[in-house]
């Protein structure tokens, strides 16, 4: 069976797996929708137990596909693939899901309601689309305040003289088709830390031109204290009137490196 879109997610097995696929079966776009988890990381009987339970809750237009090896492929826990956050998880499954346009989710970020119907419209007749974000709480999931930062697109925001601007994973639809050799890119990592597996494909991404935003914020983006950059964004909100929550998760999220200076 093919699917009208897929969404890939990569995990360690940590409790926000659930927050995040169960954003996916709340969407309310009309077509069917292929989630893909890959198991990282399996601490003990933890991905039994959230596999049984999302699978309890898998609405009838929603498969979901659940992948795990028994080991890890990042060099990280022991693989041969320099991404530490997956290893070749996320190339895999985006080969493996059985739809044309693949989204992708962060195991601790969630998707609001009209996300996948945005983006599948936004990609019509185009190679990859993205949508904006919010920065959020991810104790209370609330929303704090949107993210008019980093993750805004080609050519926008702090990253635009650096890099060339940014989009997040979580953000991102990609016409797989279209774009195969964008995928093993999420394998790689350009510093010995096995980070940067994300500013790849979008350094692949931005000189396709044929892409389109949502201009919509439809994707909750954790916020961790511990976040290599954790204090610009803090700096950003007070610069908003907006005092950074104290957030507590059990694992850190990766970052680009900080940029020299805002565009």
């Not at 945005?118 to 993210?147: K, M, Q, V």
Request: proline share 6%; with cysteine; net charge negative.
């Amino acid at each position: 069976m093919a699917f009208d879109a897929a969404v890939v997610v990569t995990t360690v097995c940590r409790p926000s797996l659930l927050r995040a696929v169960r954003s996916v079966y709340a969407q309310d776009y009309s077509g069917t929708i292929q989630v893909l988890v890959g198991v990282d990381v399996d601490p003990g009987a933890a991905s039994d137990a959230l596999y049984a339970q999302l699978e309890r809750e898998c609405p009838r237009h929603v498969v979901l596909t659940w992948m795990n090896l028994g080991y890890s492929t990042s060099r990280r826990h022991g693989g041969v693939h320099a991404c530490g956050y997956g290893g070749s998880l996320r190339s895999a499954l985006s080969f493996c899901a059985n739809a044309r346009h693949v989204a992708y989710l962060d195991d601790d970020d969630w998707y609001e309601p009209t996300h996948l119907r945005r983006l599948r419209a936004a990609i019509e007749g185009r190679h990859w689309a993205y949508t904006l974000c919010w920065y959020a709480d991810p104790d209370s999931g609330r929303a704090i305040c949107e993210d008019g930062l980093e993750s805004l697109g080609p050519g926008l925001g702090c990253y635009a003289q650096r890099y060339g601007g940014f989009v997040r994973p979580s953000a991102l639809m990609i016409d797989k088709l279209a774009l195969p050799e964008v995928l093993h890119l999420w394998s790689l990592s350009p510093y010995p830390g096995g980070d940067g597996e994300d500013r790849l494909v979008f350094e692949a991404l931005r000189h396709d031109a044929s892409h389109a935003s949502t201009g919509e914020h439809t994707v909750y983006y954790a916020l961790d204290p511990r976040d290599a950059n954790a204090a610009l964004r803090a700096q950003y909100m007070r610069s908003r009137g907006i005092t950074p929550p104290p957030v507590s998760k059990p694992d850190s999220t990766r970052a680009l490196p900080a940029p020299a200076a805002q565009a």
